[in-house]
């Protein structure tokens, strides 16, 4: 079994800064294996945010974010910085693992419990 944790999630207003966190744990996580950040807010789908390769070396991001948030991982624990925040971006955040790096949610084995980001204007 996996454990995905998340953190750093809390309550900013518009234009402000969050760096979320998530630490991976379990005798079967992969290592090689990418992780990612989906989010979703009250009433919509969960949507893709932002993935990184097991390198590292490739990421990919939803458009709605691309300049203004930044992905990044060490081993197990993966980041992602958000800066320029939108009330849009409102929404519960939730850590995530796979075989691959995909856009899709049905690509990934493990979910974190989600951490909350509201975004006030």
């Known amino acids: 079994q996996v454990q995905l944790v998340e953190s750093g999630g809390g309550l900013v207003q518009a234009g402000g800064s969050l760096r979320l966190s998530c630490v991976a744990s379990?005798?079967?996580?992969?290592?090689?294996?990418?992780m990612g950040w989906f989010r979703q807010a009250p009433g919509k789908e969960r949507e893709f945010v932002a993935a990184?390769?097991?390198?590292?070396?490739g990421t990919n991001y939803a458009d709605s974010v691309k300049g203004r948030f930044t992905i990044s991982r060490d081993n197990a624990k993966v980041y992602l910085q958000m800066n320029s925040l939108k009330p849009e971006d409102t929404a519960v955040y939730y850590c995530t693992t796979g075989p691959r790096l995909s856009t899709s949610p049905h690509d990934y084995n493990y979910w974190g419990q989600g951490t909350q980001v509201t975004v006030s204007s």
């Open positions: 379990g005798r079967t996580f992969d290592r090689w294996y990418a």
């Open positions: 990184i390769s097991w390198t590292g070396a």
